[in-house]
């Protein structure tokens, strides 16, 4: 039987904090749309498309890391889509849905479980055995595992699964600076780590990656992978960081560190210093992968490549890149800011190295340019009316600096809607290729093609409502470039072609808005006096006691600082999280 063509995906997950609950969305509908579109093509009434369309990789940074984890969980599993205005699924038939919506929430957040150990050190401002309970409840899947034929390239059905991290310690790199006439190696510490894994029934083993079998996920490698998801997800201060020993070997074939080789066009990988690969381990501790790599786009990227280069043309792309990102980091003028004092330069500095840190803006930009045709871009959009606070915030996770979802579940609800719904709409009328493309070969080969004028697609930026599939003929065809600075002049077809099913109109009405009202106010702030009074007990009694020990007065310090610190640290949080549902109420009036 001749081999269809095929065009292979690489679904890319950004930070986004409480907004994973909108990747988890867009994860949902891609999940549904590639199962309708694989039972729908062999039907005889079937007249669109017929190629092949397989995902090898999934790579997450931060949320996006923990939803890319559970994704591939739901890959080799049955996943029952959440629909607006319905009940939510049972838990172990979407782990998507359930992580991000019913079972996680601020409540939780502000439990003190984490110090129910009077020696337990504090780890982190919030409490974070919700997500550990989380973690563990994803693998609580409903049906046996199953092979998609979706997954995997070629005659490979694995999947792999790439989670950055924030390597505390650091990989030694070093190399001998010429000219300077020592024999000294110039060092540096790479602190962007990740973790490789191959899923399947079973993995596949390779160099430096974790082979994993879905029907066994009671082995230390799996333990790995968990720790590994929640290590992504560790935010910095907020969440608790985690452990994470691993071999050193893993660093000899690890996309970190290299350069691309303009002779071979492949990426050459640079190893550590020869001390890290003489180890017997190299244990860490790991903090959120998103602090350093929030796009985590290359690493997927080389693999989807297999170390060379993907085409980029309309008329040969046969792989792409598709980036998931909740806060896009869309470009604007920063504030004036002339406070050089100590006490207000010290906790900009932070978000100031972590911004450097992730400033890569010709990788973006790549996912934003429409005649680029190896990385596309899916990102938060609905109707503002002109509203300004909703065009501020899409999405009701984005206040409160991205923890704004957490306060309440209608918030996390409508975002992972939304997700369902933007992604629809990035599949049925971004997601194409020019007809000419080799991808389209059978298709055109096929009495079908007489009929491909209904799978066109078509320019629809100036609807103001869902289009139905009937409604499309009365929109203009979208134009697409064969070349990357080539004329748009060539129709297109989907990648994805979608099924009437899954065009039909995923309407957010008001049942499904966020609800900042319903948000129990006096009852987080109870719970965030309980929380901020012992986290800060707990540090100035245990984790700085040997500041105060000993000194003179020393007992009197410790109250005095506890009770006015506690005081303070809860008052700012009070007052951040009634802002925080100020705002949502003004962006969804």
Same mark, same amino acid.
């Given at each position: 039987?001749?081999?269809?063509?095929?065009?292979?995906?690489g679904?890319?997950?950004?930070?986004a904090?409480?907004?994973?609950?909108?990747?988890?969305?867009?994860m949902?509908?891609?999940?549904?749309?590639l199962d309708a579109?694989?039972?729908?093509?062999s039907s005889p009434?079937?007249?669109? +498309? =017929?190629?092949?369309?397989?995902? +090898?990789?999934m790579?997450?940074s931060?949320a996006?890391?923990?939803t890319a984890?559970?994704?591939?969980?739901?890959?080799f599993?049955d996943?029952?889509?959440?629909?607006?205005?319905?009940?939510p699924?049972?838990?172990?038939?979407?782990?998507?849905?359930?992580?991000?919506?019913?079972?996680i $929430?601020i409540?939780?957040? /502000?439990?003190?479980t984490?110090?129910?150990?009077?020696?337990?050190h504090?780890r982190? /401002? /919030?409490c974070?055995?919700?997500l550990?309970?989380?973690?563990q409840?994803?693998?609580?899947?409903?049906?046996?595992?199953?092979?998609?034929?979706?997954?995997g390239?070629?005659?490979? !059905?694995?999947?792999?699964?790439?989670?950055?991290?924030?390597?505390? !310690?650091?990989v030694?790199?070093?190399?001998?600076?010429?000219?300077?006439?020592?024999?000294? #190696?110039?060092?540096?510490?790479?602190?962007?780590?990740?973790?490789?894994?191959?899923?399947?029934?079973?993995?596949?083993?390779?160099?430096?990656?974790?082979?994993l079998?879905?029907?066994?996920?009671?082995?230390?490698e799996? $333990?790995?992978f968990?720790?590994a998801?929640?290590?992504?997800g560790?935010?910095?201060?907020?969440?608790?960081?985690r452990?994470?020993?691993?071999?050193? =070997?893993?660093?000899?074939y690890?996309?970190?560190?290299?350069?691309?080789d303009?002779?071979?066009?492949?990426? %050459?990988?640079?190893?550590?210093?020869?001390?890290?690969?003489e180890e017997?381990s190299?244990?860490?501790?790991?903090?959120?992968g998103?602090?350093?790599?929030?796009?985590?786009?290359?690493?997927a990227?080389?693999?989807l490549?297999n170390q060379g280069?993907?085409?980029q043309?309309?008329?040969?792309?046969?792989?792409?890149?598709?980036l998931?990102?909740?806060? +896009?980091?869309?470009?604007h003028?920063p504030?004036?800011?002339?406070?050089d004092?100590?006490?207000?330069?010290?906790?900009?500095? #932070?978000?100031?190295?972590?911004?450097q840190a992730?400033? *890569?803006?010709?990788?973006?930009?790549?996912?934003?340019?429409d005649?680029?045709?190896?990385?596309?871009?899916?990102?938060?959009?609905?109707?503002?009316?002109?509203?300004?606070d909703?065009?501020?915030?899409?999405?009701?996770?984005?206040?409160?600096d991205?923890?704004?979802?957490?306060?309440?579940?209608?918030?996390r609800r409508?975002d992972? /809607?939304?997700?369902?719904?933007?992604?629809q709409?990035?599949?049925r009328?971004?997601?194409?290729?020019?007809?000419t493309?080799?991808l389209?070969?059978?298709?055109?080969?096929?009495?079908?093609?007489?009929r491909?004028?209904?799978?066109?697609?078509?320019?629809v930026v100036?609807a103001?409502h869902?289009?139905?599939?009937?409604e499309e003929?009365?929109?203009? *065809?979208?134009?697409?470039?064969?070349?990357?600075?080539g004329p748009?002049? %060539?129709?297109?077809? +989907?990648?994805i072609?979608?099924?009437?099913?899954?065009t039909?109109?995923?309407?957010?009405k008001d049942?499904?808005?966020p609800?900042?009202?319903?948000?129990?106010?006096?009852?987080?702030?109870k719970?965030?006096?309980t929380?901020?009074?012992?986290?800060?007990?707990?540090?100035?009694?245990?984790?700085?006691l040997?500041?105060?020990?000993?000194?003179?007065?020393g007992?009197?310090?410790?109250?005095?600082?506890? !009770?006015?610190?506690?005081?303070?640290?809860?008052? %700012?949080?009070?007052?951040?999280?009634r802002?925080?549902?100020?705002?949502?109420? %003004?962006?969804?009036?």
């Open positions: 039987m001749p081999t269809k063509p095929e065009f292979q995906i679904l890319v997950m950004a930070g904090i409480s907004a994973g609950a909108y990747t988890a969305g867009v949902d509908f891609f999940v549904e749309a579109y694989y039972a729908a093509r009434d079937w007249t669109g +498309p =017929t190629h092949d369309v397989r995902i +090898p990789v790579a997450g931060s996006g890391g923990m984890a559970i994704a591939a969980l739901h890959a599993h996943l029952v889509a959440a629909q607006p205005a319905a009940a699924p049972p838990k172990p038939a979407n782990r998507l849905y359930s992580s991000w919506v019913t079972d $929430s409540e939780r957040l /502000l439990e003190t984490d110090l129910d150990d009077p020696t337990a504090v982190s /401002l /919030l974070s055995d919700v550990l309970r989380i973690v409840d994803a693998f609580d899947l409903q049906g046996a595992p199953r092979q998609r034929d979706w997954i390239c070629g005659a490979d !059905r694995s999947l792999r699964v790439m989670l950055t991290a924030t390597n505390m !310690r650091g030694p790199y070093s190399f001998p600076v010429f000219g300077s006439g020592r024999k000294d #190696l110039y060092g540096t510490l790479n602190h962007g780590d990740y973790l490789d894994f191959s899923i399947g029934m079973p993995g596949r083993p390779a160099d430096g990656v974790h082979a079998d879905i029907r066994d996920t009671s082995t230390p799996w $333990s790995l968990k720790t998801a929640l290590a992504t560790a935010f910095p201060f907020g969440l608790a960081p452990r994470i020993d691993r071999a050193p =070997t893993d660093y000899r690890a996309q970190l560190v290299g350069f691309d303009p002779a071979s066009r492949c990426f %050459k990988t640079i190893g550590p210093d020869a001390a890290v690969l017997a190299y244990p860490f501790v790991a903090v959120d998103g602090t350093i790599n929030n796009e985590p786009l290359e690493i990227r080389r693999h490549a280069r993907n085409d043309d309309g008329k040969s792309a046969l792989r792409a890149v598709v998931v990102a909740p806060f +896009p980091n869309f470009v003028l504030e004036k800011d002339d406070n004092s100590l006490i207000h330069v010290g906790p900009r500095l #932070l978000s100031t190295l972590i911004a992730r400033f *890569k803006p010709d990788e973006l930009a790549k996912a934003a340019d005649k680029i045709f190896s990385r596309f871009m899916i990102s938060p959009i609905r109707p503002s009316a002109g509203n300004r909703a065009e501020k915030y899409p999405i009701a996770s984005g206040v409160l991205g923890f704004g979802g957490f306060l309440h579940e209608s918030f409508h992972y /809607l939304l997700g369902r719904r933007n992604a709409a990035f599949l009328w971004s997601f194409a290729l020019p007809d493309n080799p389209f070969a059978e298709y055109h080969a096929s009495a079908a093609w007489e491909r004028d209904a799978w066109h697609v078509r320019d100036r103001t869902s289009v139905l599939r009937s003929k009365d929109y203009n *065809k979208k134009q697409y470039a064969e070349a990357v600075n748009e002049d %060539k129709d297109g077809l +989907p990648i072609p979608l099924t009437d099913a899954m039909r109109p995923i309407d957010i049942g499904d808005l609800k900042p009202l319903g948000a129990r106010r006096d009852a987080i702030e719970l965030i006096d929380r901020t009074s012992t986290v800060v007990g707990r540090m100035i009694d245990l984790d700085l040997p500041l105060t020990d000993g000194m003179f007065l007992g009197a310090l410790r109250w005095a600082a506890h !009770r006015y610190a506690s005081e303070l640290a809860s008052r %700012k949080a009070k007052s951040i999280v802002s925080a549902l100020e705002s949502v109420g %003004k962006a969804f009036p």
